[in-house]
């Protein structure tokens, strides 16, 4: 019996046993790239719909010359790359909170980032192809 308390006894605190041992064990990190995605992708999209609005009406050949110029291209690619990002964080954790079934988590989310990384690419080609 004595034995019994020794090994159920400790010195950590509750917090030190626990610390790192969450369920996802690298909750923290994917909390804050949401975070820090969104942050920049605020401006971003802000700068996106400016864009398209000042373009309303232009030519085919303006808007790819619009696209062609670096700083334009660049942002478009930043904006890419993040918004997909993103995108695959946001259902990563949609699918991670009410999926049921192991399986159908972890193909859900494989998907998803196989998908937002095939569109990410095609999307970030497109702009390249034109800027290039």
């Known amino acids: 019996m004595a034995?019994?308390?020794a090994q159920n006894t400790t010195m950590r605190s509750p917090l030190?046993?626990?610390?790192g041992l969450g369920s996802a064990k690298g909750g923290t990190h994917h909390w804050w790239m949401q975070r820090v995605t969104s942050m920049a992708l605020l401006p971003l999209t802000i700068w996106f719909a400016l864009a398209a609005a000042s373009l309303a009406g232009a030519s085919y050949v303006e808007t790819v010359a619009w696209i062609g110029r670096p700083w334009n291209a660049v942002l478009l690619l930043v904006t890419i790359g993040l918004t997909f990002h993103h995108l695959a964080s946001g259902v990563q954790v949609i699918?991670?909170?009410?999926a049921n079934q192991e399986w159908v988590k972890l193909g859900g989310i494989l998907a998803v980032k196989a998908i937002c990384v095939l569109?990410?690419?095609?999307?970030?080609?497109a702009v390249l192809k034109i800027a290039v």
Do not use: C
């Not at 030190?16 to 610390?19: A, D, L, Y």
């Not at 699918?95 to 009410?98: F, H, K, R, S, T």
């Open 95 to 98: 699918l991670e909170d009410y």
């Open 3 to 5: 034995n019994e308390y």
């Open 119 to 125: 569109l990410a690419l095609a999307s970030a080609l």
């Open 16 to 19: 030190g046993r626990v610390r």
